[in-house]
């Protein structure tokens, strides 16, 4: 099938201060009214609905090491676009852990100023 679309699937990941961008081309081997079926250079095939694309996804299951990672599948001229929307979308990330780590340091300040008595806890 020879088509004029380009799937690609962009891949930004942060691992402590290491930061990395993959762009790798998927092949196009289905086009229906809803999905695209594509397949990378060696790997399964993957399904992609066409309201899907263009949509960056948490690859990150658990924040673990410092392992960030979200993806996006998109046209050609949607990579610069969806690599920018990615880093926003993992600093948005960071900076709600951040700020849900400040309020843990905040409880334990607290425990430090007014400790309980283990005597107390039933």
Same mark, same amino acid.
């Given at each position: 099938?020879?088509?004029?679309?380009?799937?690609? #699937?962009?891949?930004?990941?942060?691992?402590k201060?290491t930061?990395?961008?993959?762009?790798?081309?998927?092949?196009?081997?289905?086009?229906?009214? *809803?999905?695209?079926?594509?397949?990378?250079?060696?790997?399964?095939?993957?399904?992609?609905?066409?309201? #899907?694309?263009?949509?960056?996804?948490?690859?990150? #299951?658990?924040?673990?090491?410092?392992?960030? =990672?979200?993806? =996006?599948?998109?046209?050609e001229?949607?990579?610069?676009?969806?690599?920018?929307?990615?880093?926003?979308?993992? $600093?948005?990330?960071?900076?709600?852990?951040? =700020?849900?780590?400040?309020?843990?340091?905040?409880?334990?300040?607290? $425990?430090?100023?007014?400790? *309980?008595?283990?005597?107390?806890?039933?």
């Open positions: 099938m020879n088509s004029p679309i380009k799937i690609f #699937k962009v891949t930004v990941q942060l691992e201060d930061y990395g961008l993959e762009v790798n081309h998927w092949r196009l081997l289905v086009e229906t009214n *809803r999905y695209y079926e594509i397949k990378p250079e060696s790997g399964p095939v993957k399904r992609i609905y066409k309201e #899907k694309l263009n949509t960056v996804v948490d690859d990150t #299951k658990s924040y673990t090491d410092g392992y960030l =990672a979200c993806s =996006a599948f998109c046209n001229d949607r990579i610069d676009d969806m690599h920018t929307e990615m880093l926003h979308t993992l $600093q948005v990330k960071i900076k709600a852990y951040m =700020a849900e780590l400040h309020l843990n340091q905040q409880a334990i300040e607290l $425990q430090f100023k007014s400790p *309980r008595s283990l005597r107390n806890w039933k």
